[in-house]
């Protein structure tokens, strides 16, 4: 007897799914084989296409051990991003799923309240807590989408490519293979760290130019 069909049991199937067959090639009436049931009877938990892979993107989401609380706000968002870049690694076939659509449910949106609790409890504005983490996020899912199809990519040599015209590419062709992607992150990922102390550091000139922590300026009263 197959265990009682519900929506975790779904958007489990859903994911172990297009783990194994892609994203391409998803579908409903798949999922309901693979189930041992109608695919209209998944209609009776999610009510559309959309709605499930929400479901599997909030999946994703949850699969992320976020680091313990830290007062270093630059090491912990660090940490967040290789985590989530790890994903893609993990899920290979699903992570284009979560990197190309909003969280749109409770639970994923769980964990963007704690990177922005953490950005603000640093000194960020609302805004300026927003910016980062929107700076982030393109940072990681750009980061994790590259590692995919750096992996699957031929040589430069192996793509018939006349390097004779390209001389510049051909230089710096070692450095932009598979072997040099850990590196060039960790890189990356230190200049973006780089820039987030200097926004959270120094207030917007709108603000006065403020730094965070540094005590405001007594007006004086005194007349000379």
């Known amino acids: 007897m197959r265990p009682r069909l519900s929506p975790e049991r779904i958007s489990a199937g859903a994911l172990a799914l297009i783990e194994k067959d892609g994203l391409e090639a998803f579908s409903t009436r798949r999922l309901g084989e693979a189930l041992g049931v109608e695919a209209m009877a998944l209609y009776h938990h999610f009510p559309s296409r959309a709605a499930l892979f929400d479901a599997v993107a909030e999946r994703l989401v949850a699969s992320i051990a976020l680091p313990a609380d830290s007062p270093d706000i630059l090491a912990w ?103 040099q992607a850990k590196r060039q992150f960790e890189a990356n990922l230190a200049m973006l760290m780089m820039g987030v102390a200097e926004r959270l550091k120094l207030r917007p000139a709108s603000s006065g130019g403020r730094r965070i922590g540094a005590k405001k300026k007594r007006r004086s009263t005194r007349k000379d």
């Open 77 to 179: 968002l660090a940490e967040t991003v290789r985590r989530y870049v790890m994903l893609a690694r993990r899920y290979p076939q699903a992570f284009p799923l979560l990197a190309t659509r909003r969280f749109n449910t409770e639970p994923a949106l769980l964990f963007v309240e704690r990177i922005l609790a953490a950005l603000e409890a640093a000194g960020a504005s609302p805004q300026e807590a927003a910016d980062i983490f929107r700076g982030l996020g393109a940072f990681a899912n750009g980061a994790a989408l590259a590692d995919l199809a750096i992996r699957s990519a031929p040589a430069l040599a192996d793509r018939g490519v006349d390097t004779g015209r390209l001389p510049h590419v051909a230089r710096a062709a070692r450095f932009l293979g598979a072997a």
